[in-house]
């Protein structure tokens, strides 16, 4: 389970430019065991550690069970905020994905996550 599926990509990358327009830095796909790099913008280097990027957001598996039955509700989606930018994660189905992004309205954080958790549930998580 290294990375989505064939269609999988497309509709992610389609989801997070149509909520992020040209404010899209990256996108990258993990699971417990990889991650993968979709997309990032041509003006960005790629020194990014993303190992290190993914056993941070790998958490995130936890923390959803973590935050299971809290009267918040159900966990949706994490944002960071970073000097130069947003990192928003969105887990679903034993599948992540974290989008880097310039500076953007919050609301779009939402629009982003939601659309994302969307396709990453219709993802057999076998």
């Known amino acids: 389970m290294g990375h989505p599926p064939d269609d999988g990509v497309e509709e ?35 020194t990014a550690d993303l190992v290190g990027f993914a056993e941070s957001e790998r958490h995130g598996f936890h923390a959803q069970s973590l935050y299971a039955d809290t009267q918040l509700g159900d966990y949706r989606f994490t944002v960071r905020v ?9 887990i679903n189905n034993g599948h992540g994905v974290w ?24 993802f057999d998580p076998g």
């Open 82 to 90: 970073f000097e130069n930018g947003y990192l928003t994660r969105v």
């Open 12 to 46: 992610l990358l389609s989801a997070a430019r149509t909520a992020t327009g040209d404010e899209l830095r990256s996108l990258t796909y993990f699971t417990e065991e990889d991650v993968e790099q979709l997309y990032l913008r041509s003006d960005l280097s790629r």
């Open 99 to 122: 989008v880097t992004t310039d500076s953007m309205d919050i609301d779009r954080f939402e629009e982003l996550a939601s659309a994302l958790a969307s396709i990453l549930r219709s």
